[in-house]
């Protein structure tokens, strides 16, 4: 009968070898390239965050008739630190790329999916794609409370900016109403000074005629 303990004997070195291999030597080995930390810029760096949400995206695709999914991420409205504006950014949580991204205007509203409160639907000319298209989305959060915070927030956007544009507006007029003003000013001291040698001109030709007379007077004398 054959004994089975060499095989044991066997494994056990076989084990030994195996842990002797996995044992730390303590050697470093230096990389062969040395990386160097690169400054990546996203584009947002001169705007403020208003507000910033995790959301799926949706288009619809208007030559299927149906809806399509764009990505999932965060959905952001950032407003410029120098000219005020507000646009809608959202990325890909993966990849980072971006699914919507077009200015918040004034005439743009929000609007509810029907039979969904965690939903909400709006026209844009979207410039995700590198050009610009009329798009309509829509955007699904993981709660109601987000997404009413979204569209409370979508909305105040609008409205302010409806304001600023109102505002630059009438001091847009108001500086064209000085420009006009401005304008006939020289314009009237110029008439005043075409009146003055007129008035001149009168006076001289009055003063030739008395000395005429006066030559006469003196001729028949």
Same mark, same amino acid.
């Not at 959301?55 to 008739?65: I, S, T, V």
């Not at 915070?149 to 505002?167: D, G, H, R």
């Not at 110029?190 to 001109?201: C, F, M, Q, R, S």
């Given at each position: 009968?054959?004994?089975?303990?060499?095989?044991?004997?066997?494994?056990?070195?076989?084990?030994?070898?195996?842990?002797?291999?996995?044992?730390?030597?303590?050697?470093?080995?230096?990389?062969?390239?040395?990386?160097?930390?690169?400054?990546?810029?996203?584009?947002?760096?001169?705007?403020?965050?208003?507000?910033?949400?995790?959301?799926?995206?949706?288009?619809?695709?208007?030559?299927?008739?149906?809806?399509?999914?764009?990505?999932?991420?965060?959905?952001?409205?950032?407003?410029?630190?120098?000219?005020?504006?507000?646009?809608?950014?959202?990325?890909?949580?993966?990849?980072?790329?971006?699914?919507?991204?077009?200015? +918040?205007?004034?005439?743009?509203?929000?609007?509810?999916?029907?039979?969904?409160?965690?939903?909400?639907?709006?026209?844009?000319?979207?410039?995700?794609?590198?050009?610009?298209?009329?798009?309509?989305?829509?955007?699904?959060?993981?709660?109601?409370?987000?997404?009413?915070?979204?569209?409370?927030?979508?909305?105040? +956007?609008?409205?302010?900016?409806?304001?600023?544009?109102?505002?630059?507006?009438?001091?847009?007029?108001?500086?064209?109403?000085?420009?006009? +003003?401005?304008?006939?000013?020289?314009?009237?001291?110029?008439?005043?000074?075409?009146?003055?040698?007129?008035?001149?001109?009168?006076?001289?030709?009055?003063?030739?005629?008395?000395?005429?007379?006066?030559?006469?007077?003196?001729?028949?004398?």
């Amino acid at each position: 009968m054959a004994s089975t303990e060499p095989k044991h004997e066997n494994r056990a070195e076989e084990e030994e070898a195996a842990g002797a291999d996995d044992e730390d030597t303590g050697a470093q080995v230096a990389p062969i390239v040395k990386l160097e930390e690169v400054a990546v810029l996203t584009g947002e760096e001169n705007e403020d965050p208003i507000i910033d949400l995790k959301a799926k995206l949706y288009r619809f695709d208007k030559d299927g008739n149906q809806w399509k999914e764009r990505g999932a991420g965060t959905v952001k409205l950032l407003k410029h630190k120098e000219t005020g504006k507000v646009r809608l950014v959202m990325r890909q949580s993966k990849t980072l790329k971006i699914c919507a991204n077009h200015l +918040v205007l004034p005439t743009m509203t929000l609007q509810e999916h029907a039979g969904n409160e965690k939903s909400c639907l709006w026209h844009a000319p979207d410039f995700a794609d590198g050009e610009l298209k009329d798009e309509l989305f829509c955007l699904r959060f993981a709660s109601i409370e987000n997404c009413k915070s979204f569209m409370e927030m979508f909305q105040e +956007v609008a409205e302010s900016q409806k304001k600023e544009e109102n505002e630059d507006g009438s001091t847009a007029a108001g500086l064209l109403e000085k420009l006009s +003003v401005e304008d006939k000013k020289p314009e009237e001291k110029n008439e005043g000074k075409v009146e003055d040698k007129t008035k001149e001109g009168d006076v001289k030709d009055e003063n030739p005629s008395k000395d005429t007379e006066k030559k006469d007077e003196s001729a028949s004398a």
